[in-house]
């Protein structure tokens, strides 16, 4: 599998282990429940409570980061979750519309990352979600309730509203419960297509919160259609709020610890691995030449793309180096326990590959004047330009005897580099 596809799954495999692990309990549950252990039954008490835990930490998670997208779901999950473990049988009218609904809720409030949820838009979004909350609730209770005070007094009062909301529950109800092949097939659809566009959202953006709201819809889907079945429900609600925790903090640690847009590690997990190494390793400084021509002649974008391009390469050097973006159009590959001149043959075998790798920068097409004009005007065709870097390398030693000295030294020698005409490596 190549780094591209990699770096495309990995938001994904935890999220895979907990659904097959839960899917495989879910499965011997009846042999799970035949032991009568007291540790069991504690454990049975216990686990329709966990939602709500996994799901507040979730809350605490998206206040602590500035997420509004974050709180809403966590806070939409323990309702949803409540609702159809002590009100379905009250309310059978409750988790079709939760089924509808859910799927479109976690796509739109997905979209409010990075807002605080107490500023302007997430004060709104909020109360949106508690109106729509009770709205819900109100429905479900005119429904399957209608012998009730409220409702009664409600048809007493506006008898024509309330026939026209009759009417149109009824409609809801009947598009809701269609079925072909499946029951309640629409709730399948929406569901799907939800889950498309946060995928395709994901893939955009490259934010891991679309693959977790991803990931999170997945898994809460089969509670919601198997509801009626207390261990579906606890255990895939589990399973989804243990998925929202766990790949939350792990979207926390890439955001501090890996670059956004080359994928590499940052510098300050650079500063952890400097501070574990031993007294032998090696720390090369990698720079992209001419990097500033790229820039003006073709556009930051196009930049960024020469910086994706050096650092997937970086990322497969031979010699099991750890790779880091060091800052703008530096890199860093420190090597653990080799020598300089045990690195050099890799160092050069992945200049080389800079260098042989065709690099295209797209033209950009004129758009005609007017009507006359069109297909007259030339297009500016595509340019293939050569991408080199420079490199300087450096050892531990008895002057060099501390990380920062040999990083210092590495960049000296880099500079070295550059003056004696680029596209080389140095070492000392």
Known sequence: MNIAARRILKPFILPFIILVATFIIYCKWANICAGGSNELKAFFVILPLLPYLFFSIGILFGWRSNNAGLILNSLLMIIVYFGLSHLSKDFPTLPLLIGFLLPINILIWSNARNKHIFNKLGVRCLIIVLIEIMFVFFLSRFQDQPESKFIFEMYAEFPVFSLQLSNFMVFVLEFLSFKLLVGNIIIYLFTILCSCVLFYLYRLFHDAMYAIYFSVLIAVFPAIIGFQNPA?????????????????????????????????????????????????????????????????????????????????????????????????????????????????????????????????????????????????????????????????????????????????????ILYKAKHLGRNRVEIK
């Open 232 to 412: 579906l429900l606890h255990m895939f609600f589990n399973a989804a709020g243990l998925i929202l925790v766990v790949t939350s903090v792990e979207a926390s640690f890439n955001l501090a610890y890996i670059d956004e847009l080359t994928a590499l590690s940052g510098r300050r997990s650079m500063a952890k691995t400097m501070a574990n190494l031993g007294k032998t390793y090696t720390i090369a400084m990698i720079d992209i030449d001419h990097f500033k021509q790229f820039n003006d002649n073709y556009g930051h974008k196009t930049g960024d793309q020469v910086l994706q391009m050096v650092a997937t390469k970086l990322s497969e050097i031979s010699g099991g180096a750890k790779t880091f973006r060091y800052g703008g159009e530096e890199f860093t590959a420190v090597f653990a326990g080799k020598p300089v001149q045990q690195i050099l043959e890799f160092l050069e075998e992945y200049r080389k590959t800079v260098e042989n790798t065709p690099f295209i920068v797209r033209g950009k097409k004129r758009k005609s004047d007017s009507e006359n004009s069109r297909g007259k005007s030339k297009a500016n065709p595509d340019q293939q330009v050569t991408v080199t870097v420079s490199i300087g390398a450096a050892s531990a030693g008895k002057t060099l005897d501390k990380p920062e000295k040999v990083l210092k030294a590495a960049d000296k």
